[in-house]
């Protein structure tokens, strides 16, 4: 025990120098919190150029910092033990920071490109009035498929998936919520829905999916599908447009049952030490040549109103990520369910995973 002990203090030691030489540092070579700028955002969500644009134009050094989930994102806020003046959650989550306290409000008239942004993902649900968040990206998550391995096959639905012709040739990305939710349209109920018996029927269901099901992935689903390893795959517009863009075989599809509506938003967190800054950067990313050359680069839809002019014409005209009013209208945005029902989609989800096994 007293090593243990001992051992703890050693490292407690060994942090707090470390920390402070760090702080040394950065303040030897000007860089204060006043003047320093920390991003937490989803790994190569931003086109880095326009990072060292924004330090030229105003003399504020950024430190970007990646995240894998929406999940960790808030744990790490939530420790505190960072400090983190701007981060991008996804809409469900900034419903539930907003309740545990995480957000300080925008001030909006640091932000006059705010007017920049589509009134149609404005004053959305989980943040009335947009108090807390600024739009960033939005889309979809719909089927990419390749239509030559298909044999010239359509998917038009949730339904199509389970085809016996389709044994070994799916990948599902790897998330509770859009899984469970596909479940869950494929039987045209609401991808928000808590019904104990409904979401039994969805996991059941998923469960005879699986000899269709050739691997549950992250990010391998562009390698794997690029290099026609799998025919078909579950995932967000976003994804289905890069990897589209090296294969022309390629399709994307929301399914009419429906599916999700996603959104990623700019927030400041309570962590954050330069208020004023994080306004600075929210600001400029709604710069509509700014969001034209981050949509460019990173191929999500941009809810930039005044970017589409700047964008190639038949990108803002694909409706397959662009959609209509009338398709997006027919769509479900992610609500907080709350933490009891969460639970309980995780539950249901790593039990089908394990019947896959």
Known sequence: MKKIVQMFLVISIVSAL??????????????????TLTIYNWG????????????????????????????????KIEQGGTTYDVAVPSEYM???????????????????????????????????ENKFSVPYFW?????????????????????DLWDHDLKNQILLTDGAREIMGMGLNSLNYSLNDTNEKHLQE???KLDSLTPN???????????????????????????????????????????????????????????????NAAHQFINFMLDPEVAAQNTEYVSYSTPNKAALEYLPEDVVKDERFYPSPEMTDKLEVYEN??????????DLYLEFKMHRK
Request: glycine content about 6%; cysteine-free; hydrophobic content about 35%.
């Open 18 to 35: 470390l920390l402070y030489a760090t702080s040394k540092l950065n303040s030897s070579q000007g860089f204060t919190s006043s003047d």
């Open 44 to 75: 190569d969500y931003i086109d880095t150029d326009l990072i060292d644009r924004f330090e030229e134009e105003t003399g504020i050094k950024v430190i970007y910092e990646t995240f894998d989930s929406n999940e960790a994102m808030m744990t």
């Open 94 to 128: 900034i419903d539930k920071m907003r309740e545990e306290k995480l957000l300080i409000p925008l001030d909006h008239s640091k932000l006059p490109n705010l007017k920049n942004i589509d009134e149609r993902f404005i004053d959305l649900p989980f943040d009335p």
């Open 139 to 159: 889309g979809t998550v719909g089927v990419v498929y390749n239509s030559k391995m298909l044999d010239g096959k359509e998917i038009t639905s949730w339904e």
């Open 202 to 204: 969805a996991k059941t």
């Open 213 to 275: 099901i050739k691997a549950i992935v992250g990010d391998e689903s562009r390698m794997l599908l690029e290099t026609q390893e799998a025919a078909l795959g579950i995932v967000w517009s976003g994804v289905a447009s890069e990897i589209m863009a090296e294969n022309e075989d390629l399709e994307y599809v929301v399914p009419k049952e429906g599916s999700n509506l996603w959104f990623d938003n700019m927030v400041i967190p309570k962590t954050t030490k330069n208020v």
């Open 337 to 346: 369910i709350g933490k009891k029902n969460l639970a309980r989609y995780n």
